[in-house]
């Protein structure tokens, strides 16, 4: 636990230092950069560990083929705010998907003919789908509400996961899936979802001191947080749900005592929408 502590202080330190880099950077038009780059790293890192839990199933992905779509969608909300052309980009979105899938096609016809072409073209869709299309979702929520409202999104799945591991730890009896996840309980899923309650309320105090405009208040940055890191807890099983399969305890190595970039980007990835979608109507 002290080891976990202490890289996780050292991660929250240098994430914040990145988050100021492009608030400083918000008013020109380099916003958004940092957190794109940084997008563009965690997919790379966990498209490769995807591809590992997809190998101990016995399919193969796409390396290079697959990580450049992945990255392709994953980044497509940085790379459209500099896109001109109006209604021709409208569907910009859905033409890169398709082209995804042909680039999948190709590469499933060029190195492996018919052989398994549907379990691996499904599971490169997959790769493409649960971190190029999550991780737009994700740097969409700063490019459309500013870095104020991704460090909120941030910070509540995270506070959840924090709040849940430390109650569950502390008072945890009552397992949620154990066959899924065995660490987790009722009492932790409670004490995360709390926790993430009160960092978020904590944060919007702060915010309506130095933010003008800030039009999120205190009852709808608690209810953010609750339905949210609910569903960060939801995403986390289902990342669990993989590793099961591929009878893997952790998704890599590259964090440490966390596991692998899929360990700690599980909540995020697939809360994200939910995030998107709630934030669009308090903002409205």
Same mark, same amino acid.
Request: with cysteine; net charge neutral; hydrophobic share 55%.
């Given at each position: 636990?002290?080891?976990?502590?202490?890289?996780?202080?050292?991660?929250?330190? @240098?994430? #914040?230092?990145?988050?100021?880099?492009?608030?400083?950077?918000?008013?020109? +038009?380099?916003? #958004?950069?940092?957190?794109? *780059?940084?997008? !563009?790293?965690?997919?790379?890192?966990?498209y490769l560990e995807?591809?590992? @839990?997809?190998?101990?199933?016995?399919?193969?992905?796409?390396?290079?083929?697959?990580?450049?779509?992945?990255?392709?969608?994953?980044?497509l909300p940085f790379?459209?705010?500099?896109?001109?052309?109006?209604?021709?980009?409208?569907?910009?979105?859905?033409?890169?998907?398709?082209?995804?899938?042909? *680039?999948?096609?190709?590469?499933?016809?060029?190195?492996?003919?018919?052989?398994?072409?549907?379990?691996?073209?499904?599971?490169?869709?997959?790769?493409?789908?649960?971190?190029?299309?999550?991780?737009?979702?994700?740097?969409?929520?700063?490019?459309?509400?500013?870095?104020?409202?991704?460090?909120?999104?941030?910070?509540?799945?995270?506070?959840?996961?924090?709040?849940?591991?430390?109650?569950?730890?502390?008072?945890?009896?009552?397992?949620?899936?154990?066959?899924?996840?065995?660490?987790?309980?009722?009492? #932790?899923?409670?004490?995360?979802?709390?926790?993430?309650?009160?960092?978020?309320?904590?944060?919007?105090?702060? !915010?309506?001191?130095? *933010?003008?405009?800030?039009?999120?208040?205190?009852?709808?940055?608690?209810?953010?947080?609750?339905?949210?890191?609910?569903?960060?807890?939801?995403?986390? @099983?289902?990342?669990?749900?993989?590793?099961?399969?591929?009878?893997?305890? +952790?998704?890599?190595?590259?964090?440490?005592?966390?596991?692998?970039?899929? +360990?700690?980007?599980?909540?995020?990835?697939?809360?994200?929408?939910?995030?998107?979608?709630?934030?669009?109507?308090?903002?409205?």
């Amino acid at each position: 636990m002290l080891k976990r502590t202490i890289v996780g202080s050292v991660l929250i330190v @240098l994430i #914040g230092c990145l988050f100021g880099l492009d608030w400083w950077m918000e008013s020109s +038009d380099l916003g #958004g950069i940092p957190l794109a *780059v940084l997008v !563009m790293l965690l997919i790379s890192a966990g498209y490769l560990e995807l591809s590992r @839990l997809s190998a101990g199933v016995g399919v193969s992905i796409s390396r290079l083929g697959g990580m450049i779509c992945a990255l392709a969608v994953g980044t497509l909300p940085f790379w459209r705010q500099f896109l001109t052309g109006g209604e021709h980009f409208a569907s910009l979105t859905q033409v890169v998907l398709a082209v995804v899938l042909l *680039v999948l096609f190709a590469d499933q016809i060029i190195h492996h003919g018919t052989d398994g072409a549907i379990r691996r073209i499904g599971a490169g869709l997959l790769a493409v789908c649960y971190l190029g299309v999550c991780g737009a979702v994700i740097l969409d929520i700063r490019m459309q509400f500013g870095v104020h409202a991704f460090v909120l999104f941030l910070l509540v799945v995270k506070a959840t996961d924090i709040g849940a591991y430390f109650t569950g730890s502390a008072i945890g009896r009552h397992k949620m899936t154990p066959r899924i996840s065995p660490g987790k309980s009722w009492e #932790g899923l409670i004490g995360g979802l709390i926790f993430a309650a009160v960092v978020a309320i904590g944060f919007v105090a702060v !915010m309506e001191q130095w *933010v003008s405009g800030w039009r999120i208040g205190f009852v709808a940055a608690a209810c953010f947080a609750v339905v949210v890191g609910l569903f960060g807890q939801v995403a986390d @099983l289902c990342e669990s749900t993989l590793k099961r399969d591929a009878g893997l305890k +952790d998704a890599g190595t590259s964090a440490g005592p966390f596991g692998g970039v899929l +360990d700690m980007l599980d909540s995020p990835l697939l809360s994200a929408p939910v995030a998107y979608i709630i934030l669009a109507i308090l903002q409205h």
